[in-house]
């Protein structure tokens, strides 16, 4: 059978291609392959889609996956793409699901089918067309962007780190700063090193500790022009009263301590009112003159959330889920992860946007749909919040874990919450590909790390 077919002529509006449905299985399609969706498609392919009991779709706009917490080791250069990146291709064939490339602009909820937009290459030639995809169960699990706020010039002269393309755009603007201020015949220029980076939630925080670490690194690969001292300045702006606010005080203030004992410029109550192409104003008046700016400020669902087919969401783009993760206005479809909104029975504020959020609500799902299949009702999902690590490069890690019976936290660090924080990213792995393989894939990236430099230099 072609794996298309001309949409009904009676809907003159719907895109010219509609894919059929391969057999009557349940089709459950997986939006988004980031840490919630990857997960949940490849545990539902081992579950359900391998043994024929449904059939897993998983889509997404990109042809690879990197976890998202990793973002600021690539904006940095400290961490290569290429070894860390994983093909939705590949996983899908190993695992027991379909993977479809391209983004999805819109939902037919009478019809139960996704909207999903033409995709072109470099070249300007269509790779995939645009097109319907049947659902029977449909989980959206696109996570967040960056929230400029309204800010004047953010999107014009400052660069987010939402997908590993924007991470790496930075570090080659981070490089060819650094190359172009070694090669010019005239002494560095205040200013021309400096990097300001907007917001200290996780990311800004972390990132600013990862850059202080790699561009020293950088520097010695013979770039001697540069003082690091002297030349190099990175200013972490937060607009409330401290920094990671979402976090408890005592942890943020030992974070704070350790970027200042960096020389970390970190600037609390400080208002971004303008991103200019030579920095930042803050609304005190006064100007951070900065060769590059991240904008890690606040986040929103993507845009297509706002009106999707009438779903409820939040102002800034959520989807307002109950406590069986399925959206208030329809029960064939789920959201999970950054792009849900859940406010717990007894709570006030809503989940969390971590990874350990989406990890548990796609370990939930998949025991869902199998008691859905079976006729079985939904169990309501329970969020078990196993505390917060924050990782400034080598430096220090800093973290609070919760003590489920007393019901208290416990603060770690050094090398104990460093190790802990690697094993967030290790059971993403485990989750992905199973413990041998993850095993296998460690013991050969310490070999290779040890015969390569630590910094991209590219």
Known sequence: MNEVVSSPASNSSAPALVLPRSSDKPHIVIVGGGAGGLELATQLGHKLGRKDKAHITLVDKSRTHIWKPLLHEIAAGSMDVGRHELEYQAQGYWHGFKYRYGEMIGLDRANKRVHLAETVDEDGRQITPDRWLPYDTLVIAVGSVSNAFGTPGVYQNAIMLDTPEQAERFNRRLLNACVRANAQPGPVRPGQLH??????????????????????????????????????????????????????????????????????????????????????????????????????????????????????ATKNNMLVVKPTLQTTRDDNIFAIGDCAYLVPPGETTPLPPRAQTAHQQSSHLVKQFQRMLRGESLQPFKYRDFGSLVSLAHYSTVGNLMGFVSGKSMRIEGLIAKTMYRSLYKMHEVALHGPVKVALDTFSRLLTRRTEPHVKLH
């Open 195 to 312: 990097v300001a980076i907007v917001g200290a939630g996780a990311t800004g925080t972390e990132l600013s500790a990862e850059l202080h670490s790699s561009l020293r690194g950088l520097v010695a690969f013979g770039l001697d022009k540069i003082d690091p001292e002297k030349d190099i300045k990175i200013t972490l702006i937060e607009a409330a009263p401290r920094i990671l606010t979402a976090l408890p005080e005592r942890m943020a203030d030992a974070v704070t301590n350790v970027l200042r004992g960096l020389k970390v410029d970190v600037r609390t109550n400080a208002m971004v009112t303008e991103v200019t192409s030579e920095g930042v104003k803050l609304a005190s008046g006064e100007f951070i003159p900065s060769e590059l700016v991240v904008w890690a400020a606040g986040v929103k669902g993507p845009p297509v959330l706002q009106n999707l087919d009438g779903l409820e």
